[in-house]
Nanobody, 133 residues
Framework: QVQLVESGGGSVQAGGSLRLSCATY?????LGWFRQAPGKEREGVAA???????RYAEFVKGRFTISQDKAKNTLNLQMNSLKPEDTGLYYC??????????????????????????????WGQGTQVTVSS
């Protein structure tokens, strides 16, 4: 059975940084971070698979970094240059299946782990992130 426990949320002013962590218990191949703002659907933020491949949502590219410490069974999300629109409940999620999506730009295609919520079966309870202007 997979269990996920998030930590590290809090309140910060725009432009600030936060680091989220997720303790993972049980076998997982693919891990991701998701968020949900009040009145909005849950959306994918970033994902990493067992081979170290990563995928980021466009709205966090260059600001957020996902990483995994396999020795400590921990998933991290470093969030820099935070914006008020980054406010929401952040979830850690996991799955043991291979699910990828391929994106192409300028003739170059990149296959990376999915950040679609439907491709994840195990979820943490969430940690609140609030960014004030």
């Amino acid at each position: 059975q997979v269990q996920l426990v998030e930590s590290g949320g809090g309140s910060v002013q725009a432009g600030g940084s936060l680091r989220l962590s997720c303790a993972t218990y049980g076998y997982t191949y693919r891990l991701g971070w998701f968020r949900q703002a009040p009145g909005k659907e849950r959306e994918g933020v970033a994902a990493i698979d067992g081979d170290g491949k990563t995928r980021y949502a466009e709205f966090v590219k260059g600001r957020f970094t996902i990483s995994q410490d396999k020795a400590k069974n921990t998933l991290n999300l470093q969030m820099n240059s935070l914006k008020p629109e980054d406010t929401g409940l952040y979830y850690c999620a996991a799955d043991f299946r291979v699910r990828t999506t391929t994106t192409c730009s300028g003739g170059i295609c990149y296959t990376a782990p999915s950040v679609e919520p439907r491709d994840y079966n195990y979820w943490g309870q969430g940690t609140q992130v609030t960014v004030s202007s």
